[in-house]
């Protein structure tokens, strides 16, 4: 089992920045695919940013050029730092991890709110 705990939320005003941390005592992330992931109440649960073991990220539009996934495989720790954040970003994001190869693999955190305010 892969614990995940996920810090750095919280409120900010229009155009504030956050930058969020998924923290896990195990050392998967030079094999696991790790990713960031959010949920609105009322709505799904969608993709933020996710980086490959290799490194190489990917991100939501909504996100692009605002938002930077990244990971620092010794301490194990995995970071989204959120800037020119706006309200529609409110949501509960979430931490996970997923074994490249098989999907069915997969692991989260407990969420961590993160409330922007207008």
């Known amino acids: 089992q892969v614990q995940l705990v996920e810090s750095g939320g919280g409120l900010v005003q229009l155009g504030g920045s956050l930058k969020l941390s998924c923290a896990t005592p195990t050392n998967i992330f030079s094999i696991y695919n790790m990713g960031w992931y959010r949920q609105s109440p009322g709505k799904q649960r969608e993709l933020v940013a996710t980086i490959t073991a290799g490194g190489r990220t990917n991100y939501a539009d909504s996100v692009k050029d605002r938002f930077t996934i990244s990971k620092d495989n010794p301490k194990r720790a995995l970071y989204l730092q959120m800037n020119s954040l706006k309200p529609e970003d409110t949501a509960t994001y979430y931490c996970?991890?997923?074994?490249?190869?098989?999907?069915?693999?997969?692991?989260w955190g407990q969420g961590t709110q993160v409330t922007v305010s207008s």
């Open positions: 996970n991890a997923v074994h490249p190869l098989n999907p069915s693999v997969d692991y």
